[in-house]
């Protein structure tokens, strides 16, 4: 496998990196966070889109690797934003895998933050309703360690995994991510409009700020605004970018 070989030697030829999307606070306009995104350009310079990769690695133990580089990397970049003093901005990390990865993942995040200095309230752990079902009683309680010292935990792809609701209680989550597929027919879409809505109102009663993905249109962020949505992400505030190339962004006060 093509990845395997890429992660064995290091990354050296730096085909796989990470990209980092802004996301707009929408009451204060204020850019806080983004989101770390893995891209892997192969020795051809093909780009595989992730949701191709990640899916096939999550199969193999190449995702353990990874996810160690993405940790690695978002990590070294926070380190560099902090060091640069003008970017402050929280990195939020996908983390995906089982049961007894997720234990070395979180050991892994916690080496880097000590090695780098870092305060923990500069990253967030988004975990999918799917991998949710392998997280054991210990990373439970390491995820709320972690939560105590400021880690911000996400629910990514809201609304779409095959899962129960019970996990709001049992794990200590910060923040529900609507999917993009809720939001893609906003406003006029009937369906989605009351869905939207709904989560919202679950968010907020439950204490939990909530993330808008793939906010593409004015529309959609005005719809998401009306309804006090917390936080859009996607192309209509912005792209993902290098991490060399958010410094020259224009951030919110
Ligand atoms: O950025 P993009 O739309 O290509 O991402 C496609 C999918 O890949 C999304 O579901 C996203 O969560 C996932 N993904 C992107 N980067 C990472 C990563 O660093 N780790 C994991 N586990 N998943 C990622
Ligand atoms: O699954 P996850 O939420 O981690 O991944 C988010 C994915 O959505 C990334 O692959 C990212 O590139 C993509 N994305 C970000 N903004 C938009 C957007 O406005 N529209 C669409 N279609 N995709 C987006
Ligand atoms: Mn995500
Ligand atoms: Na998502």
Redesign the pocket.
């Known amino acids: 496998h093509a990845l395997h070989s890429v992660l064995k030697n290091g990354n050296k030829d730096n085909q796989l990196c990470?990209?980092y999307?802004p996301l707009l606070n929408i009451k204060s306009g204020d850019t806080t966070e983004c989101?770390?995104?893995?891209?892997w350009k192969n020795h051809k310079g093909e780009s595989i889109?992730?949701?191709e990769f990640?899916?096939l690695?999550?199969k193999t133990n190449l995702?353990e690797k990874?996810?160690l580089f993405?940790i690695d990397e978002a990590c070294k970049q926070q380190s560099i934003w902090q060091q640069s003093k003008n970017i402050n901005m929280r990195i939020n990390?996908?983390?995906?895998?089982n049961k007894i990865i997720f234990s070395k993942l979180l050991k892994r995040f916690i080496e880097n933050v000590n090695h780098y200095n870092l305060n923990p309230n500069l990253f967030g752990i988004?975990l999918?309703e799917r991998?949710i079902h392998e997280v054991s009683k210990d990373t439970i309680k390491d995820l709320e360690q972690m939560r105590e010292k400021g880690v911000k935990i996400s629910i990514?792809?809201f609304g779409t995994g095959y899962s129960s609701l019970s996990y709001l209680k049992k794990l200590p989550i910060t923040t529900l991510k609507i999917d993009k597929e809720f939001i893609v027919g906003l406003p006029d879409d009937k369906a989605d409009h009351a869905l939207v809505k709904a989560i919202i109102t679950l968010g907020h009663s439950l204490n939990l700020d909530v993330v808008a993905e793939g906010v593409e249109t004015y529309e959609q962020f005005a719809f998401l605004k009306k309804y006090s949505c917390d936080i859009a992400q996607g192309f209509y505030y912005h792209r993902?970018l290098p991490g060399n190339k958010i410094s020259y962004l224009q951030l919110a006060a």
């Open positions: 990470l990209q999307q989101e770390a995104l893995l891209r889109p992730a949701d990640i899916p690695a999550e995702i990874l996810n993405v990390i996908n983390l995906s895998g988004e999918t991998t990514d792809d993902p």
